[in-house]
């Protein structure tokens, strides 16, 4: 035995002591361990689109595509060494985690990005059970777009009762004849319109024609859109799936509204789908967002087993809440929030760094969008605006562009209270809100999370093309 163990002996019998005299918080209880995983952000070739055609060089986390998925229990502590064997700079940002603002991964913000052949170790507690994910918060058009992603599975505390309990995580992809990533990053094409689209659509990974069910079980499916910048509009055809949960959150469970389970980039649904066909049946799943663009995303296909049970023998799934601070609606400080660019769009002008520039000088440094006026590059930024901690605020968000726009907040959830003025029907949790054109969403949440937080479009093109800020919480 070294020195040094015995040091550390004595430290370890040290603070024992001290927890036995009551003089140490709880939250240090060296009792309660984390879970500890290990994430290699690298290159790899994997098959995307079938044998039929060439492995694709992509960038992903642990040589496949998505990431790990990494499961933990609600109060769980999270460990996760990263270690970076990419050609450039990376971070991971813990999308939807109500975490420390170290840990939230945004590079110069809260954190140095990790060098290549470097490693940083992210650690924080899970406080909310629900459906999470993980990608770099460094360029992250480009390397979401080549494959860095994965799901962040928050079991609840007591289980939920399903037969299984499945992720689909969905990507796009933007491939060339040969199946190779095109790598016409950023273009002012894409980041003027509706970001970077894609020509394939995988599900875990890859394209696929069916997926494998059984007449009479209850599935729990958790649908997370990790494209850059596609929107998902799903339809289950002959079924009618619940949603239970949004962006993580439980929800009142509900069929989502024509039946259409709508997803823009980096949003999450958990849904229950009773599996009520009969064996040997198939039915499709729909991508119906794109009026001109639908296809089949893959087909239900039901085994020739007889069923496991009958239909009736199923009780209602409703998700225990998460421990969220519920805003003052009537004292809550309210912001407006304008964004504004893009083709089709009015703005003539945005400040840029700190001085007016014309349309034409934006375009010339990559930018199309602005919010409130302003259209920020890079990762460091003075807040647009700063909160109080623990106060409750309510913000209007106008999109006053031609395009749709996923709005994301870190570090909070938020309550989506109303749409054009009418109130919401389930006052949903989220993390991320989906605006139309010309949309006005009102969302209310208390600020109880100190630091320096971005607020972006997640449509990554129209992030780094300028629709993106940042809160802080003092
Ligand atoms: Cu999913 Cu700022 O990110
Ligand atoms: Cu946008």
Known sequence: MNSATINRRRVISGAASLLAAGSLPLANNPARAAKEFRLVSAPARLTLVGAQHPATEVWCYDGRVPGPEIRVRQGDRLRVVVENRLPEDTTVHWHGVRLPNAMDGV????????????????????????TYWYHPHQSSAEQVGRGLSGALIVEERDSVEVDRDITWL???????????????????HDVSHGGRIGNVVTVNGAVRDTFEVRAGERIRLRLVNAANARIFALEFEGHAPKVIALDGQPVEPHEPPSGRVVLGPAMRADLIVDLTGAPGQSFRVVDR???????????????????LREPSARDHIRLPSNPIAEPALDT????????????????????LDGKRADIRTLFQNGLAWAINGVAARGHVHEPFLTWSLNRSYVIEMVNETAWHHPMHLHGHSFRVISRNGEPTRHKEW?????????????????????????????????QEGGMMGVIRVV
Not at 430 to 451: K, W, Y
């Open 107 to 130: 590079p110069h913000l809260t954190q140095k990005p990790i060098a290549p052949g470097g490693r940083f170790t992210y650690e924080f507690e899970c406080p909310d059970a629900g």
């Open 170 to 188: 969905l990507s796009d992809w933007r491939l060339l004849k040969d199946a190779s990533i095109s790598g016409d990053f950023k273009n002012m």
């Open 289 to 307: 967002f794109y009026a001109s663009l639908n296809y089949r995303l893959l087909n239900l296909v039901y085994s020739e087993e007889p069923p």
């Open 332 to 351: 809550a400080e309210r912001h407006k929030i304008v964004l504004g660019g893009g083709m089709m769009g009015q703005m003539r002008a945005a400040i």
């Open 430 to 462: 989220q993390d991320t809100a989906l605006l139309a054109p010309r949309e006005r969403v009102e969302i209310a949440l208390v600020a109880d999370n100190p630091g320096d937080w971005m607020f972006h479009c997640h449509i990554l093109e129209h």
